[in-house]
């Protein structure tokens, strides 16, 4: 997911990026101590189990994809903390008070995803658990990341947390660098689908766990991107090449990763028209960019065909980009900084 704004803790060159799956085995530790134990009982153990001895990257993932924003809100203020009490704290102190709320929370969502999709979960544990052993995983990150860095000799890389979470996404960056949820590459065509919602029913049967390499080296895109200059308009054109950008480059580097993807499917097929929509409405704001991107509980009539299908238009205008320029390092500095993505898009002369 994209992350423009944030700001990365420790970048390396390539032949220096940690990978990091010690989480991995503490969520399956945590997972079978609770076996059968009462409800109180189970988040505790995936408090003490999993979260709490952590790496920074789980602290991370906790805050950003696992607790509940809402109900860790109501508990701190419910316990004399509410948001301007907290204001006035300084940020080591804040994360004192709040850490043991969002512990709860986040063990409380898992057990609930848990709860949710037993099976599912129970399918892909040793498929989580090989990535620290599958060299196809380890040493094609690596690769795509060397080839990544000679389109960008810039690039500096930050540590690679490998996760487990609620299924609420594949990848994402954070201060301590990029988080993957491994859990939702981790399945084949033998993983029970028939419990997970309807989006992850159409998307998981195309996915392979070799494309957590594709995934990786796109969420590393992210970690090159400039923020957008000042006063500049946030909306659907600029979310769509920020997204598309990354699945442009991380194909550069890794080869087609997602060419069966529902989206990269569907849009070859009806690029015309997912054209058209899209030029009608890629000035459009929040509202709009829900129902193009990060969509997934969006209803079929209204998501424009397929999930995540302004990631493939953005794609679409990335790869145009880059075919027409002359100099392809050039061009590749010049996706990543985004400066204009008006320009960008005049320039690509993209137009199905």
């Known amino acids: ?58 602290r991370d993932w906790m805050r950003v994809r696992l607790m509940n924003r809402d109900t860790v809100r109501a508990r701190l203020a419910r316990a004399g903390w509410p948001k301007e009490r907290l204001d006035s704290l300084p940020p080591d102190s804040v994360k004192k008070v709040t850490a043991p709320f969002m512990e709860r929370s986040a063990a409380e969502e898992l057990l609930r995803a848990l709860g949710q999709y037993p099976r599912y979960y129970a399918a892909v544990r040793p498929t989580t658990l090989s990535v620290d052993t599958n060299s196809r995983i380890t040493q094609g990150v690596r690769r795509g990341l060397k080839k990544l860095a000679a389109l960008y000799p810039e690039a500096r890389f930050p540590t690679i947390y490998f996760l487990i979470g ?106 015309h028209d997912v054209w058209v929509d899209f030029q009608n409405e890629m000035q459009g704001g929040d509202s709009t960019i829900r129902m193009w991107m990060y969509n997934g509980m969006v209803p079929p009539e209204k998501n424009h065909g397929a999930i995540d299908i302004g990631y493939w238009v953005g794609y679409r205008i990335a790869g145009a980009y880059y075919a027409r320029a002359a100099d392809k390092r050039a061009a590749v500095r010049e996706l990543l900084e985004l400066r204009d993505p008006e320009a960008i898009l005049r320039a690509s002369g993209y137009a199905p």
Request: proline share 8%; charged share 15%; net charge negative.
């Open 1 to 58: 997911m994209l992350l423009l704004l944030v700001l990365l803790a420790v970048q390396a060159p390539v032949d220096s990026v940690h990978i990091v799956t010690r989480d991995i085995p503490n969520f399956w530790r945590a997972y079978d101590q609770a076996a059968g134990k009462d409800s109180g009982m189970r988040v505790r153990i995936f408090e003490t189990a999993y979260l709490q001895p952590g790496s920074p990257g789980l």
């Open 166 to 271: 609620t299924l609420s996404t594949g990848g994402t960056t954070a201060q301590s660098g990029m988080l993957m949820g491994t859990e939702q590459s981790a399945s084949d065509p033998t993983t029970p689908l028939d419990e997970l919602p309807d989006w992850a029913q159409k998307n998981l049967p195309t996915h392979t766990f070799e494309q957590l390499v594709g995934l990786v080296v796109h969420e590393a895109v992210h970690t090159q991107q400039k923020p957008a200059p000042p006063g500049q308009q946030d909306n659907l054109l600029r979310h769509a090449l920020g997204e598309g950008i990354a699945d442009f480059l991380a194909e550069l580097a890794v080869g087609p990763w997602i060419a069966n993807a529902p989206r990269q499917i569907y849009g070859r097929a009806h690029e």
